[in-house]
């Protein structure tokens, strides 16, 4: 059973920054892409930014320029810089891990933005 657990999340106003990180207890999901999707009140979960084992990245284009994507694969984390907050990124975040069998997603950590 692959574990997902999210942190960091909160209430921020914008224009202001918030780090997001997420820790995966199966170290052998290191190979795999990683990522972060988020769901917004009455919308669709979408991706965020996801990024592969040779970090090549994928982000929405709401959020190029703003938010960042890294992983650190002895660790087993993905974390996601958010900067320059807009109301519209509020949303539950969650972390997201490609394995050999499917998907897996953290249970969600909620961002606001607001001021």
């Known amino acids: 059973q692959v574990h997902l657990v999210e942190s960091g999340g909160g209430l921020v106003q914008p224009g202001e920054s918030l780090r997001l990180s997420c820790s995966v207890s199966?170290?052998?999901?290191?190979?795999?892409?990683k990522g972060w999707y988020r769901q917004g009140p009455g919308k669709q979960r979408e991706l965020v930014a996801t990024?592969?084992?040779?970090?090549?990245?994928k982000y929405a284009d709401s959020v190029k320029g703003r938010f960042a994507i890294s992983r650190d694969n002895s660790a087993n984390t993905v974390d996601l810089q958010m900067n320059n907050v807009r109301p519209e990124d509020t949303a539950v975040y969650y972390c997201?891990?490609?394995?050999?069998?499917?998907?897996?997603w953290g249970q969600g950590i909620q961002v606001t933005v607001s001021s």
């Open positions: 199966d170290m052998t999901l290191n190979l795999y892409t």
């Open positions: 997201y891990q490609l394995t050999p069998v499917g998907e897996r």
């Open positions: 990024m592969t084992i040779d970090e090549r990245t």
